[in-house]
């Protein structure tokens, strides 16, 4: 058997020869091996077990050769320090999303004071916003929402998972909490316009639902936006994530709806118009 440094190497060059990421094999070999990052240093020029070869080797083909993400192998992904559980009925967590949760609760510092708030989360997916939300904020009490029982079934399980405290509902966006009223409104809709090109690692196993957001891809904020005043208090924070490039579009939408509100519009990490809030003080 190789040692664990060669089973990285070989791997990783074989990644990179069929134009795949070689940080997905060092995820697969710590996986498969159940090692933690100082544990594979530490044991870098020991023989891999047999078993955990064979399973390593499994794992690198299906990312390597049928495309599948690697979270959805290791069925697992990380966000905000939690780990969350994945597959093919819900759209992979990405770390930018990260950056609207932590933006969030400071703006709930500024606006609410950390005084108890109602918090709905629109088309929730794996639950990883509405969840660690939860987690992070003991003053704020949580719903969420999304159209596919498939992801609810992700969502609940991630809910246990964690010990987080969210209801959830089936329905589509606002309509099951016709009659409900919330404080703090977040959502990370599907915003890919129809026809724009998405790379077969996405297009090919995550679903299409959580993905495309019509022509130009703002169909589910103008839903929102147009019936967000129906579930939310006299005081309030709408937050959203979006594309890069409809920054513009958004703010638009919001001015057509809402007098007398904070536009914030922030940039993300890598310098992209990427989260607008919209507060209500």
């Known amino acids: ?11 990783e060059q074989y990644a990179l020869d069929n134009q ?3 940080t997905g094999i060092k995820l697969l070999l710590l996986h498969f091996s159940q090692l933690s990052n100082t544990e594979l240093f530490q044991q870098f020029e020991e023989e891999m077990p047999e078993a955990d070869y064979k399973a ?8 390597v050769v049928k495309n599948i993400p690697v979270q959805h192998i ?3 992904e990380y966000f905000y ?10 759209l992979i967590p990405r770390f930018e999303t990260e950056e609207l949760v932590a933006n969030l609760l400071l703006i709930y510092d500024d606006v609410f004071n950390q005084a108890p708030v ?5 088309g929730t997916g794996s639950g990883c916003l509405a969840i660690t939300l939860d987690k992070e904020e003991g003053n704020m009490t ?8 498939k992801a609810l079934a992700v969502a609940k399980k991630n809910n246990d998972m964690l010990d987080a405290d969210v209801t959830f509902y089936e329905g589509d966006m606002l309509q099951p909490f016709k009659g409900k009223q919330f404080d703090i409104l977040v959502s990370n809709p599907p915003y890919i316009p129809s026809d724009e090109a998405v790379e077969h690692l996405v297009k090919d196993n995550e679903p299409h639902i959580a993905l495309f957001g019509g022509t130009d891809g703002l169909d589910f904020y103008r839903i929102i936006i147009e019936e967000a005043k129906t579930i939310l208090k006299d005081r309030f924070i709408i937050a959203f994530e979006h594309a890069y490039d409809t920054k513009d579009a958004i703010k638009r939408l919001v001015e057509e709806h809402f007098d007398d509100v904070e536009i914030r519009q922030l940039k993300d990490m890598q310098g992209k ?3 607008t809030f919209v507060i209500k003080k």
Do not use: H
Request: charged share 25%; aromatic share 14%; proline share 4%.
């Open 118 to 122: 109602d918090v709905v989360d629109i």
């Open 20 to 22: 795949k990421e070689t």
């Open 142 to 149: 949580v719903s969420a929402s999304d159209i596919s029982p």
């Open 1 to 11: 058997m190789p040692t664990y440094k060669e089973a990285l190497q070989i791997n």
């Open 273 to 275: 118009d990427r989260m």
């Open 81 to 90: 320090g939690y780990e969350f559980f994945v597959n093919q009925d819900v």
């Open 56 to 63: 390593f080797l499994y794992g690198v083909d299906q990312y």
């Open 74 to 76: 290791t069925q697992k």
